[in-house]
């Protein structure tokens, strides 16, 4: 007679031999086996994933505040100069109202929705 309280799961396929029994065991074994492997393998993989993605973010954080440090060094370098007032405004551009460019629309809307339809 053959103990199934071990694998509850499963029933036993037509062998009574302790031979067969054993056998059907090894290639569980086997199966179990192989399957752990594949989880392992999946776990690595989205492990190594995780690491990659971590040092993309310490990269781009990286140059952010490179950006950041720099921004503030020419914003330091600026108020460093200390210009007047007076100068700074007169060194912004200004604006020609003959390069304004005006959009005009159409003369006749509805004759151009009919040509396109």
Do not use: H
Not at 1 to 6: A, D, L
């Amino acid at each position: 007679m053959v103990n199934t309280n071990s694998r509850p799961n499963q029933q036993v396929t037509g062998t009574t031999t302790i031979e067969g029994t054993s056998k059907e065991i090894k290639t569980e074994a086997e199966m179990i086996r192989q399957v752990d492997s594949k989880r392992k393998k999946r776990n690595n993989n989205l492990l190594s994933l995780m690491v990659a993605q971590i040092t993309e973010m310490q990269r781009s954080q990286d140059m952010y505040q490179r950006q950041m440090l720099e921004l503030t060094t020419t914003t330091n370098d600026i108020t460093s100069t200390q210009l007047p007032i007076s100068q700074i405004a007169t060194s912004q551009a200004i604006i020609n109202p003959e390069q304004i460019i005006t959009i005009k629309p159409e003369r006749n809307q509805t004759s151009a929705c009919v040509n396109m339809q």
